[in-house]
């Protein structure tokens, strides 16, 4: 619980800790007048980047899987189990996941790399689980970690 905590305040801190740093900085020089409205902008774009794609949690549903972020979920439908891998917070030997579209902080995934998704919560432990199935119609090997059944 505690490790889990520590990596999405990880997460948030580099995020927002940037934005953050400017709004006080620019405060203390006397330039928040001048600044405020396209930080305050910039600050709304990335919390609605953040909610949709920012990894929160997984549920095994009747052979289903619901990947979820703070404002929506996907399905994942689970045909096969291949195995599972010990590794770390990115499967082994698949670091090209960093490059792949969606959530890619090497703390937590929720990418999607053509015919392999990623997904991992901040409870990750470093058992990745290998599946064959389908997400959003689409056939897939989808490696999951964190995950409670």
Do not use: N, Q
Request: proline share 5%.
């Amino acid at each position: 619980m505690l490790r889990g905590l520590a990596v999405r305040l990880f997460e948030l801190l580099a995020i927002f800790g940037p934005l953050v740093t400017v709004l006080l900085a620019s405060y203390y020089a006397g330039y928040l007048i001048h600044i405020l409205a396209p930080l305050l902008f910039a600050l709304f774009v990335a919390t609605l980047i953040v909610l949709w794609f920012m990894p929160s949690s997984c549920r095994f549903l009747e052979g289903r899987l619901g990947l979820c972020t703070p404002v929506r979920c996907k399905r994942a439908e689970l045909r096969e189990f291949e195995g599972e891998v010990k590794g770390g917070r990115i499967p082994p030997g698949k670091t090209y996941v960093l490059f792949c579209f969606g959530w890619r902080f090497p703390t937590t995934l929720f990418s999607d790399c053509g015919k392999e998704f990623f997904f991992s919560t901040p409870s990750c432990d470093g058992r990745w689980e290998k599946w064959r199935g389908t997400v959003d119609g689409k056939e897939k090997e989808i490696w999951i970690c964190g995950c409670r059944r």
